[in-house]
């Protein structure tokens, strides 16, 4: 085996620049298609970043949200110890509430829920994953709702030939997927199928059960092309989740042993299943119509107390496509209708929504706009009592610019409003102390402006990109904390620098760094008596940063270490800035190693939290949720045929 490193070890001892040994390495272009047309990130007038397959196959991770945790710029922790619907944290909406100002879609799916639940990210395969692609700051107009911060738009991939993957590790960790496909010119069928386990790295609570966790998950996706103009497709899938997760510790107890157990796990399961259908159809080169449905059952149980809450979401859009040799337009029509039936009521949400996105490029230049208008109805109907009901309308739109400099250089700017309706618990308040819920009234949608400039820098063997971000918001949704009230901050801001950065170092070296600094600030807030102004947003850190480094050791074979760090924070419930304990710095350092044995057999291995940081999230004083707080690891083969 050939031994590159030391290769590239000796350039740097003779002076050499590293670009001579990669001149022939260029990095890959990187495509995103957030406006429904396919370009260049460097040429997009918006805000991006993007996990390819190679990306995440590096990686070593098993989940996405294992994945999305530790190698994205996002933040994201289990939700008060739920690591299968975990809290979401970009551009500094919070750990508490800022997933619900981020759309989720796979395959344009939605995933984000109509109540306080985050979405379910550990119903997608990770092994099905071709593309995640993060839109920053953007995309109100063709995804609605909830899009104030930006979205995560997860892409599958077909199945060509068949794969059989296989891993165990600590805790009593082991999992098992199988993925097949084939591939024709005008026929493809993709499915997959896949099993994880975990026995939990806590100590038995009185039941005698950790905090362990199992899910199931499967997947069938079919295209067909008829005729040369019209493209079909169908998916369906179904995930099982069963997972019990810890109570929160004092801080005395979380430093005398992070994995003790206080009282018994929450033990709660997800069902999903759904189904998909949709189809394009090419009038011409130019014009293009597409169609598509989804239908999805969603089932959570909280074992404990016998909770349990059914919903079904059916979502429809149409739209129509122009895309000449400058000009793109897309303008359709959208449908969300989702019910969620209660043990004594039923509460349904549903949004109806046009929207034009038009784009037109110039030989330097490229110009994007769109504009969206909303309707969202809620209908709250109790087995006994009065029946509410109340509409909601707003507009949403976007503008953008991007200009090349030169080949390797260019600047954009885009400049977004959006709005974020209230979910369909946040009209109702839980009196502190216990006792029945009560109707709180429909509070107002929340309203962003946000702005943001950069430039990318891109050459053969470097990609680098710089943004910097001002928003504005009215109306910013949250629970308060002292009251248990559904309220509104009047005023809030936030404003950033984030950084990316690719580097090809060397044949057998590669880079890659993700930094962001980010403030959050309450301006106003008339409910809290002004007690909150001036205040930072809870569980928003500063600085977040994640740096990987790959090394191709031998023929086949890559080392890849990367290290995940995110700064102290106020404790995710303390809006007034006055607790005693605020948020640890968040730090993980992860090792992986893949080596190709033959074309058809890989074997890997991964350490994830290798010097065994201390993680939890902190909610308030003496209320903390021990996450990632020991070393695990995992063995695994990959077998192709």
């Known amino acids: 085996m050939k031994f590159r490193l030391a290769a590239a070890a000796s350039l740097y001892a003779l002076g050499l620049p590293p670009a001579v040994l990669a001149a022939d390495e260029a990095l890959a272009p990187v495509i995103v298609t957030a406006t429904r047309i396919e370009m260049k990130d460097s040429d997009a007038p918006y805000a991006s970043e993007v996990h390819r397959r190679e990306d995440i196959e590096r990686a070593g991770a098993t989940t996405l949200v294992d994945y999305l945790a530790r190698y994205s710029s996002l933040q994201v922790l289990p939700n008060y110890g739920n690591r299968y619907s975990p809290a979401l944290n970009m551009r500094g909406y919070g750990i508490t509430d800022g997933y619900q100002n981020v759309v989720v879609t796979v395959d344009g799916r939605r995933l984000n829920n109509v109540d306080m639940v985050p979405q379910l990210l550990g119903s997608v395969s990770l092994a099905d994953v071709d593309r995640i692609e993060i839109t920053k700051g953007s995309g109100s107009v063709l995804f609605g709702d909830g899009a104030t911060a930006g979205t995560i738009q997860i892409h599958t991939r077909p199945r060509d030939g068949a794969t059989v993957d296989l891993?165990?590790?600590?805790?009593?960790?082991?999992?098992?997927?199988?993925?097949?496909?084939?591939?024709?010119?005008?026929?493809?069928?993709?499915?997959?199928?896949?099993?994880?386990?975990?026995?939990?790295?806590?100590?038995?609570?009185?039941?005698?059960?950790?905090?362990?966790?199992?899910?199931?998950?499967?997947?069938?996706?079919?295209?067909?092309?008829?005729?040369?103009?019209?493209?079909?497709?169908?998916?369906?899938?179904?995930?099982?989740?069963?997972?019990?997760?810890?109570?929160?510790?004092?801080?005395?107890?979380?430093?005398?042993?992070?994995?003790?157990?206080?009282?018994?796990?929450?033990?709660?399961?997800?069902?999903?299943?759904?189904?998909?259908?949709?189809?394009?159809?090419?009038?011409?080169?130019?014009?293009?119509?597409?169609?598509?449905?989804?239908d999805e059952s969603r089932y959570s149980e909280w074992v404990n107390?016998?909770?349990?809450?059914?919903?079904?979401?059916?979502?429809?859009?149409?739209?129509?496509?122009?895309?000449?040799?400058?000009?793109?337009?897309?303008?359709?029509?959208?449908?969300?209708?989702?019910?969620?039936?209660?043990?004594?009521?039923?509460?349904?949400?549903?949004?109806?929504?046009?929207?034009?996105?038009?784009?037109?490029?110039?030989?330097?230049?490229?110009?994007?706009?769109?504009?969206r208008g909303e309707q969202v109805r809620y209908r709250y109907r109790p087995d006994a009592g009065e029946h509410l009901e109340a509409n909601e309308r707003f507009s949403s739109w976007d503008v953008g610019f991007n200009y090349r400099l030169n080949e390797a250089l260019s600047v954009f700017g885009n400049y977004n409003d959006a709005h974020q309706t209230p979910d369909i618990d946040r009209f109702f308040n839980w009196p502190f102390g216990g006792g029945p819920t009560v109707f709180n009234g429909f509070i107002d949608p929340a309203h962003a402006r946000t702005l943001t400039l950069g430039l990318n820098h891109s050459t053969a063997t470097n990609r680098l990109k710089l943004a910097v971000f001002h928003a504005r918001l009215h109306n910013e949704i949250f629970l308060d904390p002292y009251t248990f009230n559904n309220t509104s901050l009047d005023r809030s801001r936030k404003f950033g620098i984030e950084v990316q950065d690719s580097w090809q170092i060397a044949r057998a070296v590669a880079a890659n760094?993700?930094?962001?600094?980010?403030?959050?600030?309450?301006?106003?807030?008339?409910?809290?008596?002004?007690?909150?102004?001036?205040?930072?947003?809870?569980?928003?850190?500063?600085?977040?940063?994640?740096?990987?480094?790959?090394?191709?050791?031998?023929?086949?074979?890559?080392?890849?270490?990367?290290?995940?760090?995110?700064?102290?924070?106020?404790?995710?419930?303390?809006?007034?800035?006055?607790?005693?304990?605020?948020?640890?710095?968040?730090?993980?350092?992860?090792?992986?190693?893949?080596?190709?044995?033959?074309?058809?057999?890989?074997?890997?291995?991964?350490?994830?939290?290798?010097?065994?940081?201390?993680?939890?999230?902190?909610?308030?004083?003496?209320?903390?949720?021990?996450?990632?707080?020991?070393?695990?690891?995992?063995?695994?083969?990959?077998?192709?045929?």
């Open 513 to 641: 760094l993700n930094y962001s600094w980010t403030r959050a600030l309450i301006d106003r807030d008339d409910a809290s008596g002004g007690a909150f102004n001036g205040k930072e947003l809870p569980g928003v850190p500063r600085h977040s940063l994640v740096a990987g480094l790959a090394v191709d050791v031998v023929e086949g074979g890559r080392l890849y270490v990367s290290h995940t760090w995110r700064s102290r924070a106020w404790a995710a419930g303390d809006f007034d800035n006055n607790n005693s304990q605020r948020q640890r710095a968040y730090q993980s350092t992860d090792l992986s190693y893949r080596q190709q044995i033959t074309r058809q057999v890989e074997l890997y291995g991964a350490v994830s939290n290798l010097f065994e940081h201390e993680n939890g999230m902190w909610v308030d004083d003496d209320q903390i949720y021990p996450v990632d707080y020991s070393r695990t690891w995992k063995l695994g083969a990959r077998i192709s045929f």
């Open 305 to 371: 107390s016998g909770s349990e809450s059914d919903s079904r979401y059916l979502s429809d859009e149409i739209s129509l496509q122009f895309r000449g040799d400058k000009l793109a337009v897309t303008a359709g029509a959208q449908l969300f209708d989702a019910v969620r039936k209660g043990s004594d009521n039923d509460t349904d949400k549903r949004n109806r929504a046009l929207f034009l996105q038009a784009q037109y490029s110039f030989d330097r230049l490229t110009l994007s706009a769109g504009a």
């Open 167 to 294: 891993f165990g590790g600590s805790n009593g960790s082991r999992g098992a997927s199988l993925s097949a496909g084939l591939v024709r010119e005008r026929f493809s069928l993709s499915a997959s199928a896949e099993r994880n386990r975990d026995d939990g790295a806590g100590d038995k609570d009185a039941t005698g059960h950790r905090d362990a966790s199992r899910a199931d998950i499967w997947r069938v996706g079919i295209d067909g092309k008829p005729v040369d103009e019209l493209k079909l497709r169908l998916d369906a899938g179904e995930s099982r989740i069963d997972t019990r997760y810890p109570n929160s510790l004092t801080l005395a107890q979380f430093k005398d042993d992070p994995a003790q157990i206080v009282g018994n796990y929450t033990h709660q399961k997800f069902n999903t299943h759904y189904w998909s259908v949709g189809g394009d159809y090419d009038f011409s080169s130019r014009w293009r119509l597409s169609a598509d449905h989804h």
